[in-house]
């Protein structure tokens, strides 16, 4: 005959023998929930803890065998109405799993991976069995899933970094290419107002060996002898003026002439600019 559990019930589930039913649940959720293997992986101390919660939370739930575990170490001869007659300890395994719908791969009905229990018949309702009792099948099916969720993630990863890496690689090229074209119109703007500067200085020598030549030295003289040039700036005046082409009120923006300082109009710099090309 087996004997009886070898360690105290009431101080497994951490309670007095005067613990109530509401007590005894609560206390059993609380540690089972704290000691169960998967909150605790690779640790065998939990697992012994669990085992001894659950084989003292399922005597001392059922009143019968409560009383009969209360009744002391007298164990009756028949067989038929002693819990302790079951299992090498003293003490069966038929408990159920509270959390197997939070741990679902700790099911005890198997139904999770398909593993049916049935060939173990002796075990089919052990919500343990596969962390206790050496079958291994749920374990391994968690370590597997686990495993493979580890390598979704890694590749998920990489290819994180693999994407980061071509953005920051196009972004790059792009910046270099932007800087290239910013580069290049620098440099053709500069050589744009060097060309413009130097054709300036030979209008304006030009022009003043025209006036000196011609003995030009009032406004009115200098204005009808210039070439005028052929850059010419604009006038933004205050209010309007008269344009000296067409002798009519314009502006206030117009264009002046570097040289003499007479203001055309848009209408009549084109003429005069159409005219000295075609000439």
Known sequence: MPSRPDFDLYEALELTSAAS???ITSNY????REHHPDKNPNNVEATEKMQRINAAHEILSDT???AEYDSGPSIPESGSSSYFNTGENGYRWDF???FANEFPWSRSDGQQYGYNHSQNRGNRHQPFYTFFNGGGHARNQYQYYYAAEMDRMAAEEELRKQRRAEWEAKWAKEQAEKAAREEKK???EATQ????ETLAKDEKDVQEQIWKSNGAVTA?????SCLHSHFWPRHQGKSKYKCIGCNQKRGPTGFRCPHCEVIHCQSCLNAFNAKRSAS
Do not use: G, N, W
Not at 29 to 32: H, S
Not at 220 to 224: F, G, L, P
């Open 186 to 188: 620098k440099k053709e």
């Open 21 to 23: 039913a509401t007590e």
């Open 64 to 66: 019968s065998l409560r």
């Open 220 to 224: 009115a003289e200098k204005r009808a």
């Open 29 to 32: 959720r609380r540690l089972a």
């Open 193 to 196: 107002q060097a060309m413009k």
């Open 96 to 98: 159920e799993d509270p």
